[in-house]
T-cell receptor
Framework: AQSVTQLDSQVPVFEEAPVELRCNYS??????LFWYVQYPNQGLQLLLK??????LVESINGFEAEFNKSQTSFHLRKPSVHISDTAEYFC????????????FGTGTRLLVSP | KAGVTQTPRYLIKTRGQQVTLSCSPI?????VSWYQQTPGQGLQFLFE???????NKGNFPGRFSGRQFSNSRSEMNVSTLELGDSALYLC????????????FGPGTRLLVL
């Protein structure tokens, strides 16, 4: 079984400041790692995912995440946030041997102020 | 390509009733997964269907059921509704394997009174 921990339920930050959203996971098997974003009254959208290869993955809108196997972490970072980044961010894992079942963390609400 | 669509978007039901939610996946996607999102429990996996077969099931009571049709469209049903079933129900579609991205619909918000 897998579990995901997002320690920060809410992260307030000023516009143009850097941000890091933390994600740690626990699993007895190898997993794929994902970050999804949810804007108000919408479904989830994939930000980025780690399957294999380079441990640093990037999204098209400036976010990046680094897979750290020894620390079982997959923290999400952005060097300079915008007001439009205000949303809820979910870290998720799936068993790479299995089918389509995502195990999500509890989410981190990113609040960007001017 | 059109995205994942879910109908209806909003529903109000009373305790004891049953409800059916519908999900149309992205064209070509044969896997459909359902998730329940609540403030208390977060996002929880309900079940996944592929080629009309349930491949995986989460830890929900038997009141929650689903099915998938030959065109990959899926429905989920909740019988004997309880207040705690109030939630946002999200459907996601994808290609087959676990590394394939799941694309989520906007959800159906169910309120049980």
């Amino acid at each position: 079984a897998q579990s995901v921990t997002q320690l920060d339920s809410q992260v307030p930050v000023f516009e143009e400041a850097p941000v890091e959203l933390r994600c740690n996971y626990s699993s007895s098997v190898s997993v794929y790692l994902f970050w999804y974003v949810q804007y108000p009254n919408q479904g989830l959208q994939l930000l980025l995912k780690y399957l294999s290869g380079s441990t640093l993955v990037e999204s098209i809108n400036g976010f990046e995440a680094e897979f750290n196997k020894s620390q079982t972490s997959f923290h999400l970072r952005k060097p300079s946030v915008h007001i439009s980044d205000t949303a809820e961010y979910f870290c998720a894992v799936s068993d790479l041997r299995g089918f389509q079942k995502l195990v999500f963390g509890t989410g981190t609400r990113l609040l960007v102020s001017p | 390509k059109a995205g994942v669509t879910q109908t209806p978007r909003y529903l109000i039901k009373t305790r004891g009733q049953q409800v059916t939610l519908s999900c149309s996946p992205i064209s070509g996607h044969r896997s459909v997964s359902w998730y329940q999102q609540t403030p208390g429990q977060g996002l929880q996996f309900l079940f996944e269907y592929f080629s009309e077969t349930q491949r995986n099931k989460g830890n929900f009571p038997g009141r929650f059921s689903g099915r998938q049709f030959s065109n990959s469209r899926s429905e989920m049903n909740v019988s004997t509704l309880e207040l705690g079933d109030s939630a946002l129900y999200l459907c996601a579609s994808s290609l087959d394997r676990a590394q394939e991205t799941q694309y989520f619909g906007p959800g159906t918000r169910l309120l049980v009174l």
